[in-house]
């Protein structure tokens, strides 16, 4: 359940839906499987599996699921079968078919095939910090954050929301800290880093696993690479790899607070709620202190 990326939006002051508003709204939008002749379905589900329940809540914090049903039928595959067709065809008929029947041959075994077709399935978590002011989607990449947006909206009608953006671009902000070799705050510099030359035909350096340099650093950086990519850890308690579009990617809950989650198990409590807990503490004051080190909030 430990989030591994971070798609950071903000959500609007006013913002105010209940739980019992969104849990019900979110209901009304389930998942369904795909249907017989469908590609894609998407809707919520359960975020820790209790049936009817699509809104997990604790001390105000929230936490949402979107489920996605994808069918594997590649255009490939159909075109294998069509050209199999055409030619049987042709032998029949005794020319080559026409455009408009080489079309009625796809989509009639486009439409054979579906039914058959291979599913995959998968899970977009959401984490929603009101009393902050934070909703946070578990992705990799800002597609799949905006298929879960995007469903969200549908679901509640609107959802004012905004990109997490600071003062202090975070390219900038992570050349300058490269250079120095520290960070403000509770941060310290781990042992990856991608540094590239401004400009899409620009080259790249990148350091996996390696000791970075204050003086080799500062060569790149004074021949004009810039910091893309930069691993961090936060108050020796989560580490993760910040990136120049603002995304938080393999995030990385370090053994003090993964210990503080086995130990609340053992005490009787519930491993989820467990980690949940933890988990949006943490996020929050990492955020917080990501901000500020970035020079505040943009307005």
């Not at 430990?2 to 969104?22: D, H, M, Y």
């Not at 209901?27 to 329940?53: H, L």
């Not at 995959?120 to 905006?146: F, M, Q």
């Not at 609107?158 to 705050?185: D, I, R, Y």
């Amino acid at each position: 359940m430990w989030f591994r990326n971070l798609q950071v939006f903000r959500l609007a002051s006013g913002w105010s839906a209940s739980p019992e508003s969104l849990a019900e709204s979110l209901a009304r939008t389930a998942f369904q499987p795909c249907s017989a002749m469908a590609r894609q379905a998407q809707g919520w589900v359960p975020p820790r599996g209790n049936p009817d329940e699509f809104l997990y809540v604790q001390a105000q914090q929230m936490m949402l699921t979107l489920g996605v049903e994808q069918k594997i039928l590649p255009v490939s595959v159909i075109r294998q079968y069509v050209q199999e067709k055409a030619r049987e065809l042709e032998e029949s008929q005794g020319f080559k078919p026409g455009r408009k029947q080489l079309k009625d041959m796809f989509d009639a075994i486009e439409a054979e095939l579906l039914p058959r077709a291979f599913v995959k399935r998968r899970l977009t978590y959401v984490w929603i910090d009101p009393v902050n002011g934070w909703l946070v989607v578990d992705a990799a990449s800002t597609g799949k954050a905006d298929e879960v947006i995007e469903q969200l909206k549908l679901t509640l009608g609107e959802l004012p929301l905004t990109l997490f953006k600071t003062v202090q671009a975070p390219g900038t902000a992570m050349t300058t800290w490269l250079s120095l070799g520290e960070v403000p705050g509770p941060f310290s510099i781990d042992q990856d880093c991608e540094l590239r030359v401004a400009g899409e035909a620009g080259g790249s350096v990148r350091y996996t696993r390696h000791p970075l340099d204050a003086e080799e650093i500062n060569q790149h950086i004074n021949r004009g690479k810039v910091a893309g990519k930069l691993a961090l850890t936060w108050n020796d308690r989560i580490s993760f790899v910040l990136t120049e579009q603002m995304q938080i990617k393999r995030v990385v809950f370090l053994d003090a607070l993964r210990e503080q989650a086995e130990q609340a198990v053992d005490g009787g409590g519930d491993a989820f709620e467990a980690d949940f807990a933890i988990m949006c503490g943490e996020l929050s004051a990492m955020l917080a202190s990501l901000s500020e080190a970035l020079g505040g909030e943009a307005e």
